[in-house]
């Protein structure tokens, strides 16, 4: 079955720290990735997509085939990055979401 | 630039009754989805919907229902309803063929009692 995990429900660092967002997927065939971020009283949002290759507020992610991980990686956090990260597969609308991690930055 | 929005935002229910949910979409978006998010859950794909037909459908049964209309917004309905529908219902559209880019409503919080 396909599926996306997010093993941290939360992940708390300083201002300033590396972050990083783990996501293991299982999918067969070539699999579409990407980070949706909700920040407090926001919506959904995309934050990127991995055939972008694109670093999108500072962020990151680089798809490993090899260990099926898609991690969400910034050098250096800052305290308006705190939000709920949701990795996800799929395409055309049809996304598997994993169950999201908890980022929270302190000052 | 209109976004997505959802309505009613938040509605009570009790078991058994039939529930519709409205979603307009982002001004030039075709294609419109819906998600289920329990608690503690990320969403969870319900079906699709391009030129007013069901395109994909996730894992749920068939009181889960739905509509396209013309304009390109739509509708969820669940009848019958149960304890576990209680949940956020959230709407995204997007174009046809945009690689998985998805804007989100509010959603549309369901309690069942």
């Known amino acids: 079955a396909q599926r996306v995990t997010q093993p941290e429900k939360l992940l708390s660092v300083f201002k300033g720290a590396p972050v990083e967002l783990k996501c293991n997927y299982s999918?067969?065939?070539?699999?579409?990735l990407f980070w949706y971020v909700q920040y407090s009283r926001q919506r959904l949002q995309l934050l990127l997509r991995?055939?972008s290759r694109e670093s999108i507020k500072g962020f990151t992610a680089d798809l490993n085939k090899g260990e099926t991980s898609f991690h969400l990686k910034k050098p250096f956090a800052q305290e308006e990055d705190s939000a709920m990260y949701y990795c996800a597969g799929g395409s055309q609308g049809n996304l598997i979401f994993g169950k999201g991690t908890k980022l929270s930055v302190k000052p | 630039e209109t976004g997505v929005t959802q309505s009613p935002t938040h509605l009570i229910k009790t078991r058994g009754q039939q529930v519709t949910l409205r979603c307009s979409s982002q001004?030039?978006?075709?294609?419109v989805s819906w998600y289920q998010q329990a608690l503690g859950q990320g969403p969870q794909f319900i079906f699709q919907?391009?030129?007013?037909?069901?395109?994909g459908r996730g894992n749920f049964p068939p009181r889960f229902s739905g509509l396209q209309f013309p304009n390109y917004s739509s509708e969820l309905n669940v009848n019958a309803l149960e304890l576990d529908d209680s949940a956020l219902y959230l709407c995204?559209?997007?174009?046809?063929?945009?690689?998985?880019?998805?804007?989100f409503g509010e959603g549309s919080r369901l309690t069942v009692l």
């Open positions: 995204a559209s997007s174009l046809k063929g945009a690689a998985g880019e998805l804007f």
């Open positions: 991995h055939i």
């Open positions: 999918y067969s065939g070539s699999p579409e």
């Open positions: 919907y391009y030129r007013e037909e069901e395109n």
């Open positions: 001004s030039g978006h075709n294609t």
